[in-house]
């Protein structure tokens, strides 16, 4: 069974920093590319960074470029995001989630995580 | 960035309609389209990929179609579990978008 379990979220004052991790299991980690996607309270979804499975490549949204660092350890099937310079429009809910990719080209999110909470504020 | 709009924002209705919700993209995208279901409190569910292939353990109440820049997904028969916000994805490229989600509400 897949599972992906979000840690390391909590109240942050802006211009502070946080790692979000993602333990992953059930699945073979490092062949998976792996997404962060956010929500901010009462919103809808966006995502924010992706990585291939080797860790070679990385994407990010134009909002936290710059900022935020997306990486992987697969010898620990774990994700992480390094968050810095945090700003109040950070605040959300992060998941992460496995990609799923085809051959034809679409990719998709099948798994998700239950989502940490990250709060910029002072 | 490609821009993806749902309508309607919201809808009503009741056990056994039948609802369709439409997503448009602001290029083509060919049939690189998801559809997510989220109930409050919980992690978006992956319903169908590729505009019309329906996700192992998805129930065929479900169904997707489209290509290029219009999209809609379906439910024939709508269920009490149904309740909740949907959303489409775009995966044609970088950065992935979603749509603003519509909120399918018992009427």
């Known amino acids: 069974e897949v599972q992906l379990v979000e840690s390391g979220g909590g109240l942050v004052q802006p211009g502070g920093s946080l790692r979000l991790s993602c333990a992953a299991s059930g699945f073979t980690f490092s062949t998976y590319a792996m997404t962060w996607v956010r929500q901010a309270p009462g919103e809808g979804l966006e995502w924010v960074s992706g990585?291939?499975?080797?860790?070679?490549?990385?994407y990010y949204a134009d909002s936290v470029k710059g900022r935020f660092i997306i990486s992987r350890d697969n010898s620990k099937n774990t994700l992480y995001l390094q968050m810095n310079s945090l700003r109040a429009e950070d605040t959300a809910v992060y998941y992460c989630a496995k990609e799923v990719h085809h051959s034809s080209g679409w990719s998709a999110f099948d798994y998700w995580g239950q989502g940490t909470l990250v709060t910029v504020s002072s | 960035d490609i821009q993806m709009t749902q309508s309607p924002s919201s809808l009503s209705a009741s056990v056994g309609d039948r609802v369709t919700i439409t997503c448009r993209a602001s290029?083509?995208?060919?049939?690189?389209l998801n559809w997510y279901q989220q109930k409050p409190g919980k992690a978006p569910k992956f319903l169908i990929y590729?505009?019309?292939s329906l996700q192992s353990g998805i129930p065929s109440r479900f169904s997707g179609s489209g290509s290029g820049t219009d999209f809609t997904l379906t439910i024939s028969s709508l269920q009490p579990e149904d309740f909740a916000t949907y959303y489409c994805?775009?995966?044609?490229?970088?950065?992935?978008?979603f749509g603003q989600g519509t909120k399918v509400e018992i009427k």
């Open positions: 990585i291939s499975g080797s860790g070679g490549r990385t």
């Open positions: 590729a505009a019309s």
């Open positions: 290029q083509s995208i060919n049939n690189y």
């Open positions: 994805q775009q995966s044609y490229s970088t950065p992935l978008t």
